[in-house]
């Protein structure tokens, strides 16, 4: 080489070792000094004789250089990929096929390197930002990647993860408009950030009949998420199938000439999901009950009669207990509504969670989880879903005894099979620490925001697979909105900022609300009492008139599509919400 092209790049390969490097960088440069800012995280491009190595700088030091040296520092880099041909026909690919030898002169990569290696290569790639080593250069996510194989969005509190999470979902729907995405919103956040392409559901509109849960899920709302116990739990397994073969004889009694059947030789079973009315569940257990002599064993019957009239008629409990009595085989029309089929112009659903009852969230999510999967499965993946999870470490944890053992199989379900029946899973969590490692793992493109948790950097170290695992010392101290991307959804591992998000799809977290005082709330002892009402009234069989929230409860036919205003907090910092409150009690 010859001293000429020593003094013009920027230092020259030392060490090569696997898809290691250690790059001295040179004394002399004709570069100013903030040209030459070789720091850590900063790409360089290596030339061979046939391509160009594209690599990180994830170490960079002084210690031990010798005064007479032609290197000032020296640095370690990471072997990312390589460009292959030149000009327009230049093209990135990952992993090296050519390594570099000694000598061979290191450059800091070059903004027209940087657009070769982050050109999008195909049609279906989203704008998600900018790279944060050159502001000028675009990043982008191939889609079908990211969605096909799963993604994850980690990231502590504040930090920007749920505006992330609205900018990805966002980006989805203009590649692909086609494309259902429901979203478990645990906060009630999201409602107003997709506009007219979502549909709402919350306690207020959903209508999820109790017949659709399976036996542990129903079981889990009857007994309030404590553990069952045995003696009720036998008589209900034997019971549900029952109750579902007599409701089958209701329908089949209209038909002229058809035999009657006994209703336990239907072959239905506790998980079969078929119609079942409640009062023929509690008349047979009322029947068992009056033909047994010994007083105590009837206390059990009695205390699951007890149970079920109890959740029954508690008007939280609505969504799943209307119509209890009446029955009607509404499949159909719920799964239609929940996932968009058809779309109707909303490929989107947002499920409020917030306004649940927290006893039996578990069991909705397990009961929503549980359905995309087997519609898919059943559809053979004829209408993809996208099932975005916030919060997702609450729905399966890592810990085998917290949690609600179904909504963590379910969840599971999708992780490990749902990519071929194209049911799609977008995790969210502030802890992955505590989510299940068998999920995380299926995720291949993560987003990482930053995390300050030892642990959760450690699970995140462990989940990459990447040569440039080093990026990941960057995490704890990462900007608001700035990500590190690895995976199959980016040509890279990538450190970039997501671009701003439109003022109306910010989603409007609690906390704002919280946080934020009103100088027109006249907090006196009238603005309490009318907080208590609407609060009672939450538990009660009455609507509260002067609920901000509150519209007529709509008609129980389950094929109308009716819309739900959105819960608190998502209606916003109105500054008049207080003066709703603040009408006089009757």
Request: charged fraction near 20%.
């Amino acid at each position: 080489m010859t001293s000429l092209n020593a003094a013009a790049s920027f230092g020259r390969i030392i060490s090569v070792r696997g898809s290691l490097a250690r790059v001295g960088l040179l004394a002399v440069s004709p570069m100013t000094p903030s040209e030459m800012r070789g720091t850590v995280g900063r790409f360089v491009s290596i030339r061979c004789a046939s391509s160009t190595i594209i690599a990180m700088i994830t170490e960079v030091s002084a210690e031990n250089m010798h005064a007479s040296d032609m290197y000032i520092a020296s640095a370690s880099v990471d072997l990312l990929g390589e460009i292959m041909g030149h000009g327009d026909k230049a093209k990135f690919q990952r992993g090296v096929t050519n390594y570099p030898t000694i000598d061979d002169i290191v450059d800091l990569i070059s903004n027209h390197d940087l657009r070769t290696v982050y050109a999008p290569s195909g049609s279906e790639q989203i704008n998600v930002g900018t790279l944060q080593q050159d502001k000028s250069v675009a990043a982008y996510v191939d889609v079908e990647e990211m969605l096909s194989k799963h993604f994850a969005v980690l990231g502590s509190t504040g930090v920007g993860k749920s505006t992330g999470v609205s900018l990805l979902l966002n980006e989805i729907l203009k590649s692909r408009p086609h494309l259902r995405i429901f979203l478990l919103d645990v906060h009630n956040e999201y409602g107003r950030c997709f506009g007219d392409k979502a549909l709402v559901l919350n306690p207020r509109n959903l209508k999820l009949p109790f017949w659709l849960f399976n036996f542990e899920e129903i079981v889990d709302v009857l007994f309030g998420g404590r553990p069952g116990v045995p003696e009720e739990l036998e008589i209900l397994s034997e019971v549900i199938p029952i109750a579902k073969g007599v409701y089958t004889q209701y329908q089949n009694a209209d038909r002229i000439g058809l035999k009657r059947i006994d209703p336990k030789t239907i072959g239905y079973t506790v998980d079969t999901p078929v119609p079942y009315r409640l009062v023929d569940l509690i008349s047979l257990i009322d029947e068992r009950m009056g033909k047994l002599e010994n007083r105590s064993s009837r206390i059990q019957y009695h205390k699951l009669i007890s149970r079920i009239e109890a959740v029954k008629n508690d008007p939280r409990y609505a969504f799943m207990f209307d119509n209890a009595n009446v029955g009607g085989d509404t499949m159909a029309e719920v799964i239609s509504h929940l996932f968009r089929l058809p779309a109707n112009g909303k490929p989107m659903t947002i499920m409020q969670l917030a306004g649940f009852p927290a006893e039996v969230v578990d069991s909705v999510v397990s009961v929503l989880c549980r359905m995309a999967f087997d519609f898919g499965l059943w559809s053979d993946g004829a209408s993809p879903l996208l099932f975005v999870c916030e919060e997702a470490h609450r729905y399966a944890s890592a810990d085998r005894n917290i949690g609600f053992g179904p909504t963590r199989k379910a969840v599971s379900r999708i992780a490990k099979e749902g990519r071929k029946y194209g049911v799609y899973l977008g995790l969210v969590t502030q802890r992955p620490a505590e989510l299940d490692a068998t999920i995380i793992s299926q995720c291949n493109t993560l987003f990482a925001m930053r995390l300050a948790n030892e642990r959760d950097q450690a699970l995140l170290r462990s989940a990459v697979s990447d040569a440039a695992a080093n990026l990941l010392s960057f995490v704890p101290s990462l900007g608001t909105r700035e990500v590190l991307a690895f995976g199959e959804g980016v040509a890279l591992p990538t450190r970039l900022r997501f671009k701003e998000v439109p003022p109306h799809q910010l989603p409007r977290s609690e906390a704002t609300i919280a946080t934020v005082p009103s100088v027109a709330a006249g907090h006196d002892m009238h603005f309490v009492s009318a907080v208590l009402e609407r609060w009672r009234g939450a538990t009660s069989h009455r609507d509260v008139p002067n609920d901000p929230g509150f519209t007529e409860r709509p008609l129980a036919t389950p094929s109308r599509s009716v819309e739900a205003p959105m819960l608190q907090p998502s209606l916003g910092l109105d500054p008049d919400r207080f003066s709703l409150l603040k009408k006089p009690l009757r």
